[in-house]
Nanobody, 126 residues
């Protein structure tokens, strides 16, 4: 089993930055792809960014590409999401997610992720 705990959310003005962290425990996540998703009120959970187990491959939703950066430190069992140039449309609960062992590709589908954190709220004011 893997437990994921997100942190780093908060209230920020438009144009500002935040750095989210996702710390894993229970089992190492160093061998599985990890992703960040977000869910705004009244909307479905959507893919934001993903990273391969090695960190050598990343994927971003079009809406955040160029503004957000996903990274990981396998020695610390932690994944990060650096968010710059935030705008009110980025307001949501952000979740990190891990695929099960044996999967190597980053994918954008919610159902393909086995382990989820509890989420951290990000609010961007205009």
């Amino acid at each position: 089993q893997v437990q994921l705990v997100e942190s780093g959310g908060g209230l920020v003005q438009a144009g500002g930055s935040l750095r989210l962290s996702c710390a894993a425990s229970g089992r190492t996540i160093s061998s599985v792809p990890m992703s960040w998703f977000r869910q705004a009120p009244g909307k479905e959970r959507e893919f934001v960014a993903g990273i391969s187990w090695s960190g050598g491959s990343t994927d971003y939703a079009a809406s955040v590409k160029g503004r957000f950066t996903i990274s990981r430190d396998n020695a610390k069992n932690t994944v990060y999401l650096q968010m710059n140039s935030l705008n009110p449309e980025d307001t949501a609960v952000y979740y990190c997610a891990a695929r099960s062992l044996g999967w190597s590709r980053v994918v954008r589908t919610v159902a393909d992720y086995t382990y989820w954190g509890q989420g951290t709220q990000v609010t961007v004011s205009s």
